[in-house]
């Protein structure tokens, strides 16, 4: 089908589906569909490289697609009073700790990801657990009334201790871990397969929270050595970058996890690092940096954000749940 742009009257090409782009046939486009790529403004967005690798045509051929796909979409500037309305739409789930809600500028942020690094026993899967229970409540009560995609990548999984904290805040337990769809990854390409599988489940399960517990576990023992490290960054950045993706397209929050290293450079001060480099740091909207202190007691620093300042604030983890 052919339009006509009357301005400069040039022939346009109308593209209504993927198989009308060219290069694209009927095998490729299903194959791009199950990719979650089935809009022209998200292929309109891709590299030559991805869409080839995920369609089976050659770069070439992908990127006469991909230019086909922007004639047919609007991308350019928008006013920051537009932003601003998109904006509106965001939600925050509430952790149960007013202090560490107020650090986090109201809540675990949607269409942001949210990463707590720390070493072992300071809370963060804890965290986890925390907004598997409170983002199924309603929005008056700090939840966001929707379903978790938990990806387990350190066997970490409790759904008992799920359980003990959804009673905590007077919740049916059974319901809650209903509403809880969790896969446990097996390696750094299982983890990367699974997210970028999701896709239905989101919309099919109203989910509003991807969990990764932990994002680096794998990739930091499939990737040994300085030789693998390029390859190691290049597919967790391209893994974040997915994550980010769900959560601008369906308006989610992404908790991830990290691990840490100690810095043997360090001197002086806390040595702590986390895992990941400046890909993570880079693609992380909210930094918090956990640490354990006296008994139950956890100490979160506010390292990284956007939008607002450096701070730190106490927390419990208690039986019932994070508290203040």
Known sequence: M?????????????????EDLPGIGEVSAEKIRVAGYSEFSKLATMSPQDLSEISGIGVEASRKAIEAAKSMVEIGFESGDMVLERRKV?????????????????????????EAYARFSSGKSQLGFQLCVNVQKPQEQGGLGKGVIFVDTEHTFRPDRIAQLAEGQGMD????????????????????????????????????????????????????GR?????????????????????????????????????????????????????????????????????????ARLVDSPNLPEGECVFRVKKEGICD
């Open 2 to 18: 052919i339009m006509t742009d009357d301005k400069n009257d040039k022939k346009k090409k109308f593209y209504k589906d993927l």
């Open 90 to 114: 965001i939600g925050r789930i509430a952790t149960s700790s007013k202090a560490l809600d107020e650090l986090l500028g109201g809540g675990v942020e949607t269409q942001a990801i949210t």
């Open 173 to 224: 337990a059974t319901e809650v871990l209903k509403n809880i769809y969790v896969a446990r990854a097996e390696n750094s390409d299982h983890q990367i397969i699974l997210i970028e599988k999701c896709e239905d489940l989101i919309k099919e399960k109203n989910i509003g929270l991807i969990v990764v517990d932990s994002l680096t576990s794998h990739f930091r023992s499939d990737y040994l």
């Open 227 to 299: 030789g693998a490290l390029g390859e190691r960054q290049q597919k967790l950045n391209k893994h974040v970058h997915t994550l980010q993706r769900l959560a601008d397209n369906y308006n989610i929050a992404i908790y991830l996890t990290n691990q840490v290293m100690d810095d043997p450079g360090m001197l002086f001060g806390d040595p702590t690092k986390p895992i990941g480099g400046n890909i993570v740091a880079h693609s992380s909207t909210y930094r918090v940096y956990l640490r354990k202190s006296k008994d139950d007691k956890r100490i």
